[in-house]
């Protein structure tokens, strides 16, 4: 478990590899006076290289967003510029005999100005926050049922085309390094944050775990990010142990 604090914040974050045979979660921390950048990204365990990936979108968002945290910026741009050159740069990829790799990472990544805050989503890694005895999801994952929500919404199928794709809810249609990324979620305005606020930036190897309720009850038992952190990651894991417990990767942010 890591822990970094400045003047309007506490940060603890931390990864358990679970009960696979690497951990293709990665997190990254970069944090300054007033400012700080939290990024979580999950490596799509199921395409070669998901490591590779998860680390490799870690280190592009931190290094595209480290800069521009302590400058005036339109950050919702700038954000998503960092996406589209760590989508690039994954889906080129290539192994050691030159193949194209055909890697994947989901990807979080908050950018906190003093108390206020702008994030960017791909894939269905989380951010959650708690305010004042309220739980809420900030992100949406970005499955196949997404897009056909919003495929029928803009009357691009049928009826009975969107109920059969709505099934599918665990099916990724939008990661770093899918080539071209159309569907993800960014806020332009600032996100305003108060006294107390708690954020959960976490993988799915958390909420696979525990859902938004046992968060929330992890939270209220406890005052300190390093705290809820730590029982958040030792709770999915107790609850997960001897079902191919996923890597959990867990970023818990109090705002002071």
């Not at 990864?15 to 490596?43: F, K, L, M, P």
């Not at 665990?170 to 071209?180: D, H, M, R």
């Not at 001897?242 to 818990?252: K, L, P, R, W, Y």
């Amino acid at each position: 478990m890591e822990h970094w604090h400045n003047k309007y914040c506490d940060i603890a974050a931390g990864s358990d590899i679970g009960e696979r045979s690497e951990n293709q979660d990665a997190y990254g921390i970069d944090i300054s006076e007033h400012d700080a950048v939290i990024v979580v990204c999950d490596g799509m365990g199921g395409f070669e290289g998901g490591k590779t990936a998860g680390q490799l979108a870690v280190s592009e968002m931190l290094r595209l967003c480290s800069h521009i945290k302590d400058s005036e910026h339109n950050y919702g741009n700038a954000l998503t510029y960092a996406m589209d050159v760590a989508d690039a740069k994954i889906s080129n990829l290539q192994n050691s005999k030159g193949q194209k790799m055909h890697a994947g990472a989901t990807c979080v990544t908050v950018i906190l100005k003093k108390r206020g805050m702008y994030c960017l989503s791909v894939g269905d890694s989380r951010l959650y926050i708690y305010r004042k005895g309220s739980m809420a999801q900030l992100t949406r994952d970005h499955t196949v049922a997404l897009k056909a929500q919003n495929d029928y919404q803009n009357g691009n199928v049928t009826y009975d085309e969107y109920i059969n794709a709505a099934k599918d809810k665990s099916t990724l249609c939008s990661y770093l390094g899918i080539g071209g990324i159309e569907i993800y979620d960014v806020n332009n305005e600032i996100y305003k944050l108060q006294k107390g606020d708690i954020l959960i930036i976490s993988s799915d190897g958390l909420y696979k775990s525990l859902d938004i309720n046992a968060i929330k009850k992890i939270i209220e038992k406890y005052s300190e990010a390093e705290i809820i952190a730590r029982r958040l990651l030792m709770s999915a894991a107790d609850y997960a142990r001897g079902h191919n417990q996923d890597n959990t990767t867990v970023a818990v942010c109090k705002i002071k």
